[in-house]
Each structure stands twice: as structure tokens, then as C-alpha cells.
């Protein structure tokens, strides 16, 4: 059996379906609560086809949100979460104050945060971009903030894509 709690939403996963329901019974004994088919957790869509035996975990409303919290609902959509050409290094970095005082008026440390945030637990399918993306927080150019975009439009392309 697994339960896990996150503030008021709950799951609960058992393989013994007798004592499953004996633990539901109990909880409901001690708290005012909901049960039925786990379908949404935390933001997370779950979407299970037990005839096929399979489970698909996808977030588009978190996509979503941080689309719009980046101004990037109305972008054109990127087929691949990264150029795979494009080499990010350090001479990319902001070198002169003008560039320097730009950037720090970009979120770029935010951007990153969200889309490892959404890497981690539903879209493995960005994490190498992110990485990559994730190396220059501390000095970000305009070619890792433009790289940044990119997956940006990737997630708004495959928004609905999960695990």
C-alpha cells in the first residue's frame, strides 16, 4: 500500500484490493473525506486505461501557467526542445555592463526553475536541454535566454505529452 498526502489532496494505492478499502473505510471514520478513481493529483492528469494496463501521467495546465507566467502563450511552436547544433558555453555569457544590466532584467533563473520543475516530474523528454540551460544562471546570455524560449515552445507544442 501507498498513501501519500500533500496538503488536502491525497492518493492511495493498494495491490490488495480488500484491505485498500478497509483503509479508506478507516480513514473515512476519522476524517471528512472524498474517495474515488485518482484522476488528478497535485496538478498532475492522471489518465489510467486498465485494459491496456497503462498509465499515463501529463500536466498541461502547469504548462500552461508557466506559459503564461512568461509571456509565451502565443508563441509558435518548436518541433524539438533544443537546436541540436547549438553548443551553449560560457562565451555566450553576458560580457559587457549594457548586455549584463538586459539580462538581469530577464527571469531567466525562473524560466529554468519551472521547466526543471516540470522535467523532473512528468516531461523527461526536456531535462538534457534544461540541464544544459541550467549551467548559466549565474551569467546568462542572450543565446542561452533564446535557447530558453525554445523549449518554451516545445512544451507549448506538446503540452498534453507526459509520462
Given amino acids: 500500500m501507498i498513501l501519500t498526502i500533500w496538503v488536502e489532496d491525497g492518493l492511495f494505492a493498494?495491490?490488495?484490493?480488500?484491505?485498500?478499502?478497509?483503509?479508506?473505510?478507516?480513514?473515512r471514520e476519522e476524517y471528512k473525506m472524498k474517495a474515488g478513481p485518482a484522476e488528478n493529483f497535485v496538478g498532475l492528469n492522471i489518465n489510467r486505461d486498465r485494459p491496456n494496463k497503462t498509465l499515463h501521467l501529463s500536466?498541461?495546465?502547469?504548462i500552461e501557467k508557466v506559459l503564461?507566467?512568461?509571456?509565451?502563450?502565443?508563441?509558435?511552436?518548436?518541433?524539438?526542445p533544443a537546436e541540436p547544433s547549438l553548443r551553449l558555453s560560457r562565451d555566450m555569457e553576458s560580457a559587457d555592463v549594457e548586455t549584463t544590466a538586459k539580462m538581469r532584467s530577464i527571469p531567466y533563473r525562473q524560466v529554468i526553475?519551472?521547466?526543471?520543475?516540470?522535467?523532473?516530474?512528468?516531461?523527461?523528454?526536456?531535462?538534457?536541454?534544461?540541464n544544459q540551460l541550467a549551467r548559466f544562471c549565474e551569467n546568462p546570455g542572450e543565446s542561452h535566454w533564446s535557447a530558453a524560449k525554445k523549449v518554451l515552445k516545445y512544451l507549448a507544442s506538446t503540452r498534453r505529452f507526459g509520462l
Avoid at 493498494?14 to 479508506?24: E, F, L, P, R
Avoid at 500536466?59 to 502547469?62: D, E
Avoid at 503564461?68 to 524539438?80: G, S
Wanted: proline share 6%; charged share 15%.
Fill in 113 to 130: 526553475g519551472s521547466l526543471m520543475y516540470a522535467a523532473i516530474t512528468f516531461r523527461p523528454d526536456i531535462t538534457y536541454a534544461v
Fill in 59 to 62: 500536466s498541461p495546465s502547469y
Fill in 14 to 27: 493498494s495491490s490488495d484490493k480488500t484491505a485498500g478499502q478497509s483503509v479508506i473505510q478507516h480513514l
Fill in 68 to 80: 503564461a507566467k512568461f509571456n509565451m502563450t502565443e508563441c509558435n511552436p518548436f518541433r524539438i
